[in-house]
């Protein structure tokens, strides 16, 4: 299975095995099923409603489905101090550190780096592997798939946060747990998934 979000909105990309029967579903036909397609099919779609989209090879559906689209990696994380956790305001929007993975780096310095370079504090230290999220979107009327491997991360420092401006974050700041958490249905689709994977991690 692929999760995807396409306009902030899950898109399973499935086998007729997984095909669970609460929630919208169409069939993927080379010969007519292009990823426009799928967009128009995309209301009523929320986040604990996705569209399933049924297919005979998975990975070859979800390989033409985004083909010719740029292709980016991104880390990023929860960061999480005795101050609470680290949240950004992007767009107007809580949202969560991230960013794209240079040449030659590991995934688990990005998401160090960008954690850095975004927020305004330095070393912060992995703990676990959260998941994966894939989405998409336009950049300069060009279609791009991202995907962002997210860390839990600890940080026992007292700097002072100082919000990356010019990539368009307003605010950082400290949060509860009980505020990350109210981000759900409020933030970017792919945030959705992070904080129900970090929740179930949690409890476990």
Known sequence: MYKVFIDHRPVLF?????LSTKYKSISWDESNLTFKK???KLEGIDIDSP?????????????????????ITAG???VESEHGFLLIKR??????????????????Q???????????????????????????YSYKNNPVLKKTHWFHMSYAGNEEL?????EGI??????????????????????NEVLDQFKERKTQ
């Open 14 to 18: 499935i086998s007729k095995e997984e």
């Open 38 to 40: 799928i967009e128009k």
């Open 51 to 71: 569209l399933q989209v049924i297919c005979e090879d998975v990975k070859a559906a979800y390989r033409d489905c985004f083909l010719g689209f740029k292709k």
């Open 76 to 78: 990023g994380g929860i």
């Open 91 to 108: 767009k107007g929007m809580w949202d969560l550190p991230k960013g794209k993975k240079d040449k030659g780096e590991e995934i688990e």
């Open 110 to 136: 990005t998401a160090i780096r960008e954690i850095e370079e975004e927020c305004g504090i330095t070393s912060p230290t992995i703990n676990q592997f959260i998941c994966k999220t894939i989405h998409s």
């Open 162 to 166: 100082i919000p990356q401006r010019d």
């Open 170 to 191: 307003t605010k950082v700041g400290w949060k509860s747990y009980k505020k990350m958490m109210s981000m759900r249905g409020k933030t970017f689709g792919s945030i």
